[in-house]
C-alpha cells in the first residue's frame, strides 16, 4: 500500500493520472479545469511575490524580526538591506520570469486538438516541475546582465501587453452583452415571458447608470471647483445616451434586428462602474479655506476615514484585484470566448433561452463527462478534443502577467510605488481606467455601425 501511495504521488508531481491518490478527499473534477486551477495557483502565488516586494511594511518587519538580516542580503548579494529583492524592479524581474513562463507554454501548445499527444500531457501535467521552472525563470531575471537597458525596455513591453489584456476584456464584455440580448430574444419566440425579463433587466440596468452618475455628481462634484470632475461626468452620460440612441436607431435596427437596450444598458453600467473607479483612483486635490487650513475637495466626506488604515486597504484592495485578474483570465480562455474573439458565432436559430446561457446548455464543456480512467476523481473530458485553446489560454495569462506587473507598480509612476498607498490615488490608474472606459465605448460602437459600413457575417450579432 505504502509503494502504491509513493507511485501514485509521484505520478502526480510528473503527470496528471495520480493526482487522486493525493487527492483521495476531493470532489470529481474535469481534467481541463483541473489543469486549468494549477496554472492559476501558479499565477496568484506570483501576485502574492510581487506585492510582498512592493510593501514596506513587509520589508521593514522582516528587517526587524529576521536574525542576521543584513548578512543574509550581503551573503546572497542583494544589497546591504535586500533593496535588490524590493521595490518596483524586483517586480519587473518576477513578472518577466513569469510571462516568459507562459510565453515558451504558448508557443509549446500551438494547435493542440486533443490530449493524448505529449505537449498535451505537458500541459496537464509534471506541476512539481513546472513549479522548479517558473521558480528559475523568475530568480534568473536577477541575473540578466544590463539592468537599466532591461528595465526600461521591459517597461515599454508591459504597457503594451497590458493595454491588450484590457483590451482583450473590453471586447468580451461587449460580446457577452450580445450574447445575452441575442439568447433572450431568441426565447420569445416560444415564451413570451422573456419579453418581460428583457424588459425587467434592462430596466434595471438603466436605473444604476443613472443613479450611479447622479451620486456621483453629488459626491464628486462642488458648486464651486471640481470642473474636470464634471466635465468627465458629463461625456460619459453622453456617450451612455449616444450609445443607447445608436442601439434603436432604425438603420443599426435593419441590419442587426437584435440589437436593443439590453447590451447598450450593460454598456452603460460598465462605464458608470469605470468612472466610479477612476475618479476613486484620482489624487485628492486640497485646498486652502477661508481660516488657512488644508481642505479635501471634489471626493465624499464618507470615503476619507475609509483609507486611515493603509494595510488594511491595502490587504482587501490586492485580494479583490487578484480576483478580477484570475476571473478575468479564466472567463476569457473558454473555447466560447476564443470563437468570440475570432468573430464565430454561433446560429440564431440553435439558441435555446436560458437564464444561465453564459455556462452553455449543460455546463462549460459538453464532452461526456463518464469518461473516468484510473482515478476515480479525475475525468477526462480532452479525450476526442480539447476542451479550450491550451495556447490562447497561456497567451492570455502571459498578458496577464504584463497588466499585473504595470498596476502593481502603479504604471507609470513606478519610482514611488508601493502597496500602501497603491490605492490612495494616482494619475496613471485614472487616465488608465478613463481611457479603459471610452475604448469600451468605441468598440461596442464599432459593432454597431460597422455592418453598416461592410455587411458580413462577421459583424452579425
Not at 59 to 66: C, G, K, L, V, Y
Not at 139 to 160: K, M
Not at 196 to 215: D, E, F, K, P, R
Amino acid at each position: 500500500m505504502s509503494a502504491q501511495c509513493c507511485a501514485g504521488q509521484l505520478a502526480c508531481c510528473c503527470g496528471n493520472a495520480g493526482c487522486s491518490y493525493c487527492c483521495g478527499c476531493c470532489p470529481k473534477i474535469r481534467q481541463s479545469r483541473s489543469t486549468r486551477f494549477m496554472y492559476a495557483l501558479y499565477f496568484i502565488l506570483v501576485i502574492v511575490v510581487c506585492c510582498i516586494m512592493m510593501s514596506n511594511t513587509v520589508a521593514n518587519e522582516m528587517r526587524e524580526h529576521i536574525p542576521f538580516f543584513e548578512d543574509i542580503c550581503k551573503g546572497i548579494k542583494a544589497g546591504d538591506t535586500c533593496e535588490k529583492l524590493v521595490g518596483y524592479s524586483a517586480v519587473y524581474r518576477v513578472c518577466f520570469g513569469m510571462a516568459c513562463f507562459f510565453f515558451i507554454f504558448c508557443l509549446l501548445t500551438l494547435k493542440i486538438n486533443n490530449s493524448k499527444s505529449c505537449r498535451a500531457y505537458i500541459h496537464n501535467g509534471f506541476w512539481f516541475f513546472k513549479l522548479l521552472l517558473l521558480g528559475a525563470m523568475c530568480s534568473g531575471a536577477f541575473f540578466i546582465p544590463d539592468q537599466e537597458t532591461f528595465l526600461n525596455a521591459w517597461r515599454y513591453v508591459g504597457a503594451v501587453g497590458g493595454f491588450l489584456f484590457i483590451g482583450i476584456q473590453l471586447l468580451l464584455l461587449v460580446e457577452f452583452a450580445h450574447k445575452w440580448n441575442k439568447n433572450w430574444t431568441a426565447g420569445t419566440a416560444s415564451n413570451k415571458l422573456w419579453y418581460a425579463s428583457l424588459s425587467l433587466v434592462t430596466l434595471i440596468m438603466y436605473s444604476i447608470a443613472t443613479g450611479g452618475l447622479i451620486l456621483m455628481a453629488v459626491f464628486y462634484t462642488q458648486k464651486d471647483g471640481c470642473v474636470e470632475n464634471k466635465i468627465l461626468l458629463g461625456i460619459n452620460g453622453g456617450l451612455c445616451l449616444l450609445i443607447s440612441a445608436v442601439a434603436i436607431s432604425p438603420c443599426v435596427q435593419n441590419r442587426q434586428p437584435h440589437s436593443g437596450l439590453l447590451q447598450s444598458g450593460l454598456i452603460s453600467c460598465y462605464v458608470t462602474y469605470l468612472t466610479f473607479s477612476a475618479l476613486s483612483s484620482k489624487p485628492v486635490e486640497v485646498v486652502l479655506d477661508q481660516h488657512g487650513k488644508n481642505v479635501t475637495i471634489c471626493v465624499p466626506d464618507f470615503g476619507q476615514d475609509l483609507y486611515r488604515d493603509k494595510n488594511l486597504v491595502a490587504g482587501l484592495g490586492t485580494t479583490l484585484l487578484c480576483a478580477c485578474i484570475l476571473y478575468s483570465c479564466l472567463t476569457s480562455t473558454t473555447r466560447s470566448s476564443s470563437d468570440a474573439l475570432q468573430g464565430r458565432y454561433a446560429a440564431p436559430e440553435l439558441e435555446v433561452a436560458r437564464c444561465c446561457f453564459c455556462f452553455g446548455s449543460g455546463g462549460e464543456d459538453t464532452e461526456e463527462q463518464q469518461n473516468v480512467k484510473e482515478g476515480p476523481r479525475v475525468i477526462y473530458d480532452e479525450k476526442r478534443s480539447t476542451v479550450y485553446s491550451y495556447a490562447y489560454f497561456h497567451f492570455v495569462f502571459f498578458l496577464a502577467s504584463l497588466y499585473v506587473m504595470m498596476t502593481v507598480t502603479n504604471w507609470f509612476n513606478y519610482e514611488s510605488a508601493n502597496i500602501e498607498t497603491f490605492f490612495s490615488g494616482s494619475w496613471s490608474i485614472f487616465w488608465v481606467k478613463m481611457a479603459s472606459c471610452w475604448i469600451c465605448v468605441l468598440l461596442y460602437l464599432g459593432t454597431l455601425v460597422a455592418p453598416l459600413c461592410r455587411p458580413s457575417p462577421h459583424f452579425s450579432v
